[in-house]
């Protein structure tokens, strides 16, 4: 079946730190792959998306991550992580009418 | 813009009665609205798709007599949990789409229900 699978369901960085947040992705064909954060008891906000236009994807609040086919990855990553950045984060895929596949999701923790 | 709200944001609600969320996006039409059913410290599973004005499709293992979804207008659906027992606990999220781009979905604020 196709999906993506987050590697790590928890990841703790001090404050300051590079936050890289790993997602595999299963499939033959390069697919839409979004990133996804969610705050505590909230709904879900799109931080980025790959729609094969550039492999390098920059999205909000910092946040970019690179779809290497190679690899199958689209792995999150942000330069410097700040104590806001705390959440859940979930790497997704499209699938079939026009749905969206959630990963498992990793939950990010800062540090001071 | 691309604002959804949910109504109630939080419930609660003895076993065997019924609950009614809704979903509106507020600035947009929204031609296909999603529901989404989220256990703690899990993802979202897809419960259903609604297109305005036509029957829902259910994802495999959800019950459409329990988890009844109404897409009365471009800017509302319900999603009524009949007959609510504890194991419906949980936090359900809707989310609404234009249908100009694909994948495009604005997520709602979610709505805890907790069934006693």
């Known amino acids: 079946a196709q999906s993506v699978t987050q590697l790590g369901s928890h990841v703790s960085v001090s404050e300051g730190a590079l936050v890289l947040l790993r997602c595999n992705y299963s499939?033959?064909?390069?697919?839409?792959l979004f990133w996804y954060v969610q705050y505590p008891n909230q709904g879900l906000q799109l931080l980025l998306k790959?729609?094969?236009?550039?492999?390098l994807v920059k999205g909000i609040n910092g946040f970019e991550a690179e779809f290497k086919k190679s690899e199958t990855s689209f792995h999150l990553t942000k330069p410097s992580a700040h104590m806001s950045d705390a959440a859940e984060y979930f790497c997704?895929?499209?699938?079939?009418?026009?749905?969206?596949?959630f990963g498992s999701g990793t939950r990010l923790s800062i540090r001071p | 813009g691309a604002v959804v709200s949910q109504h109630p944001s939080w419930v609660i609600c003895k076993s065997g009665t019924s609950v009614k969320i809704e979903c509106r996006s507020l600035?947009?039409?929204?031609?296909?609205m999603f529901w989404y059913r989220q256990f703690p410290k899990q993802s979202l599973m897809l419960m259903a798709t609604?297109?305005?004005?036509?029957?829902?499709?259910?994802e495999q293992g959800v019950e459409k007599d329990k988890f009844l979804i109404n897409h009365a207008s471009l800017t509302l659906s319900t999603l009524t949990v009949t007959s609510a027992h504890p194991e419906d606990s949980s936090f359900y999220i809707c989310s609404a789409s234009p249908g100009t781009e694909p994948y495009e979905q604005y997520f709602g604020p979610g709505t805890r229900l907790t069934v006693t």
């Open positions: 499939s033959s064909v390069p697919p839409y």
């Open positions: 600035d947009f039409q929204a031609t296909t």
């Open positions: 609604s297109n305005e004005g036509s029957k829902a499709t259910y």
């Open positions: 790959y729609t094969s236009a550039a492999t």
């Open positions: 997704a895929r499209g699938s079939s009418a026009s749905k969206i596949i």
